[in-house]
């Protein structure tokens, strides 16, 4: 069953526009709602310009707590930190003032730091707004169709978050878990390129999530998932 809403623009600058004022306005009412509000990124390449125009939000980014959905296990200076994007492209200007919450610790492997994240990202409340990537094998977040954590990452009882092995794509992964994301009060899916629209339209017509873990979420009834979503 889809229940996904597309939304789609003339061009990935009209999209950034407007998702940024929608990703703002969301912020803005949990703030009025609940004095704090909790925003999670996805990193990779598609959300730098997203990033860029977010980051001049007129928002009391004092009350905004921003976290990743995943990261490669990498410490933030790594040219491939989804910490490291975040940092440069949205941690900046207005938005230099929300409080940043690290999917990095350091220790021998992403196993091994799994238990300092979680105690990190356990005070988090709520997510308000995620926001989700997609990759061309329908992975979302870290939850990789070949990595043989997936069911785990995907099960109705996981934890927070967890390691994944990715083994068609580089690096250790911290991720959140389905579970986690899919409690959040507003859940988008980002994507630029045609390409993407067609694994997105693939994933749409089946429904094995583990062959395609983008499913669980376009699955989503409360809230439906909004893709956002421009041709270039
Ligand atoms: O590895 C990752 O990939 C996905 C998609 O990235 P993109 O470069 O195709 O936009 C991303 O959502 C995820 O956060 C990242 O770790």
């Known amino acids: 069953m889809n229940n996904m809403q597309l939304q789609q623009f003339p061009d990935s600058q009209t999209l950034n526009a407007a998702f940024a ?12 709602a609940r004095g704090e509000a909790v925003l999670v990124v996805s990193g990779g390449r598609t959300p730098l310009p997203l990033f860029q125009t977010l980051a001049n939000a007129d928002l009391d980014w004092s009350k905004v707590t921003i976290t990743l959905a995943d990261d490669r296990y990498l410490p933030d200076d790594a040219p491939d930190s989804n910490e490291r994007l975040v940092k440069s492209a949205l941690l900046q200007h207005k938005a230099a003032a929300a409080r940043f919450v690290s999917l990095y610790a350091q220790a021998d492997n992403a196993e091994a730091a799994v238990p300092e994240l979680l105690s990190r990202v356990n005070g988090l409340p709520r997510f308000d707004v995620v926001i989700l990537g997609m990759g061309e094998d329908g992975h ?11 069911a785990a990452g995907l099960a109705d009882d996981a934890a927070d978050l967890l390691a994944t092995n990715p083994t068609t794509a580089p690096y ?3 991720s959140f878990s389905k579970k986690r994301l899919a ?30 873990p983008i499913r669980a979420f376009i699955q989503l009834t409360t809230p439906e998932l909004s893709v956002m979503y421009a041709d270039q």
């Open 21 to 32: 004022e929608q990703i703002s306005a969301q912020l803005q009412d949990a703030i009025a």
């Open 140 to 150: 979302t977040a870290s939850l990789f169709p070949c990595s043989q954590e997936l």
């Open 172 to 174: 250790q992964r911290i």
């Open 183 to 212: 409690a959040g009060r507003a859940i988008y899916l980002h994507l630029v390129g045609s390409k993407k629209l067609q694994v997105l339209e693939q994933a749409a017509a089946g429904t094995d999530v583990a062959a395609m």
